[in-house]
């Protein structure tokens, strides 16, 4: 009889361990819950790196219209060149008609 | 471009698009700043590594390809490698100092428990957590300050989920004696 009493105490006495230890250790999450909160960096330093990042990724990743000029630069020179020189053509065809129609006028007078 | 946007499209985008690298940077940059705060102990060594985060993220988006894990996932390990070659370069294993805990409580929502605890408490909570092994100290915070599920952790750390739930379990049990032995109490 005194040897159940004895094993049941102790049974008890092992429960009421391990209920001591489960809550401990939901206190400690508690505390931790508690303890470790979200931060935030600093608005200043916040933004000095997302306006770092997208001027670096900018000068990685040019915009639309230079990554047009990049695909089409050799096109768009040849072209460049030839308007070019057009308008120099164009420009001594002018001259030279003016120059003509001067002189023209000049002998007529 | 609003936060209502696909986080798989808006990593596409920005992989081309500057502007939609800075709305991810937006939208992560506070975990991102967080997990290597905890990490470090410091504000200013945080802010620098957060810039190394995103500059190498940056630099490799256009490798990365959207499988399933979310993109933090992605970004804590590029935080994960920052933090651990801080701690080797540096031959620092720094325990969070009592100033840069007040700071923390000035800068951090508010919480019912930097209220009412004492500040040698928190000091020594927080000098544990940084006893423990790093893969500890990563469980702590991304269950703690990142609220990740278990099965996201376990992705991050390289074990199951069941194996996780097991770490925290031990991870408990070695705060609670190692506080034990420091006498404080629960």
Known sequence: ?109 | MSDSVDEADLVEQAKADPEAFGLLYERYVDRIYSYVYYRTGSHHDAEDLTAQVFLQALRNIRRYEHRGPPFTSWLYRIAHNAVANWHRDEGRHRMVPLDQTAELTAESEESPYHRAAGKEQRELLLAAISRLPAERQDLLIFKFVEHLPNAQIGELLGRSEGAIKSLYHRTLLSLREDLDGLGLEP
């Open chain 1, 1 to 109: 009889m005194s040897e159940r009493m004895t094993r049941e105490a102790e049974s008890v006495r092992r429960g009421t361990v391990r209920t001591q230890q489960v809550q401990g250790l939901l206190d400690l999450a508690g505390e931790l819950q508690g303890l470790l909160v979200p931060v935030r960096p600093s608005s200043v330093a916040r933004l000095r790196l997302h306006d770092e990042l997208v001027a670096e990724a900018r000068r990685r990743h040019p915009g639309r219209a230079a990554r047009l000029f990049q695909q089409y630069r050799r096109v768009i020179l040849i072209v460049a060149a030839a308007i070019g020189s057009l308008a120099s053509i164009a420009g001594v065809i002018v001259a030279v008609t003016q120059r003509n129609r001067h002189a023209r006028i000049t002998r007529a007078a």
